[in-house]
């Protein structure tokens, strides 16, 4: 089992940056691939980004390409997301979630785990 953790989220301007952290516990981090997904207040929540066991396969969805760097530091046991050129659609409550594989998934459907969440305001 995992047990997930999210932090880094706040208030900042459109233009902005924000690092997301996911410390997990367990020492069979590595083993998990990890995803980043978010929920803005009436939508679905919906994959971010996502990363396989050795951080070399890696998926984004589109709206996020270029701005957002999904990483994970395996001897940490943590999975970060680093948030650039922020824009207010990006305002929402951000999960990192693990998923029972070493292979990444953009299906929220196939992580197990999940964190608490996190937000983040991005303000025009």
């Known amino acids: 089992q995992v047990q997930l953790a999210e932090s880094g989220g706040g208030l900042v301007q459109a233009g902005g940056s924000l690092r997301l952290s996911c410390p997990a516990s367990g020492r069979t981090f590595s083993t998990y691939a990890m995803g980043w997904f978010r929920q803005a207040p009436g939508k679905e929540r919906e994959f971010v980004a996502a990363?396989?066991?050795?951080?070399?396969?890696?998926y984004y969805q589109e709206s996020v390409k270029g701005r957002f760097t999904i990483s994970r530091d395996n001897a940490k046991n943590t999975l970060y997301l680093q948030m650039n050129s922020l824009k207010p659609e990006d305002t929402a409550v951000y999960y990192c979630?693990?998923?029972?594989?070493?292979?990444?998934?953009?299906?929220?459907?196939?992580?197990?785990?999940w964190g608490q969440g996190t937000q983040v305001t991005v303000s025009s």
């Open positions: 979630a693990a998923r029972a594989s070493i292979a990444s998934s953009v299906n929220r459907d196939e992580y197990r785990y």
């Open positions: 990363i396989n066991w050795s951080g070399d396969i890696i």
